[in-house]
């Protein structure tokens, strides 16, 4: 991952939490972030098979302490995100194997809430407040830990760690099919 430009765990950027946005004022900043966040999705993708789960980053993962991310959840259009802050999250949560970009060797079990409320500013000031469930909850989430400075391993229950990928193959969760939700 650090070949395709992904900061790796230890970086400082990862766990500060990232600068907010002044928009509209800082419009075209944001919009140079943004498209350097989708440009590296592209190449990720393109590596990689994403589609299964979903794929999200955070600006702090290119190095950029801005509170900018992009989600691309499957089978759905890709979400910008521009100061992100989750104002509700359900007392209803599973927990799932997440990967990370910044983790790339390791999966972590990270219990998440099923349902969440997001506001997000556009691009012209404007506030925008959305609801997402399931696997996109969890893309979502887990971007804007990235924002604040929470690292999976933050989420994790105590007494738990992370596993390497060979040992996370071998879990029924490993088959890159997306998550599934009854």
């Not at 966040?37 to 302490?65: C, M, N, W, Y």
């Not at 997402?132 to 929470?150: N, P």
Request: net charge negative; charged share 25%.
């Amino acid at each position: 991952m650090r070949d395709l430009g992904i900061v790796q765990y230890g970086a400082p950027i990862l766990v500060e939490p990232a600068r907010p946005f002044q928009l509209p004022v800082e419009r075209e900043e944001a919009a140079t972030i943004v498209e350097k966040l989708f440009a590296t999705v592209e190449r990720l993708a393109s590596a990689h098979d994403f589609s299964g789960k979903g794929l999200g980053l955070a600006a702090p993962q290119i190095g950029v302490s801005r509170a900018a991310a992009v989600v691309r959840p499957p089978g759905a259009e890709p979400l910008m995100l521009l100061n992100p802050r989750i104002t509700h999250a359900s007392e209803a949560v599973d927990e799932r194997f997440e990967g990370c970009l910044s983790f790339f060797d390791v999966r972590a079990l990270v219990p998440r809430p099923l349902q969440i409320t997001v506001e997000t500013q556009m691009p012209d000031g404007t506030t925008a407040t959305a609801i997402y469930e399931h696997g996109t909850a969890r893309l979502i989430a887990h971007e804007v830990d990235h924002l604040e400075g929470f690292l999976l391993l933050h989420r994790m229950r105590p007494g738990v760690d992370p596993i390497p990928v060979e040992e996370y193959r071998r879990t029924g969760e490993a088959t890159g099919r997306a998550w599934t939700y009854e």
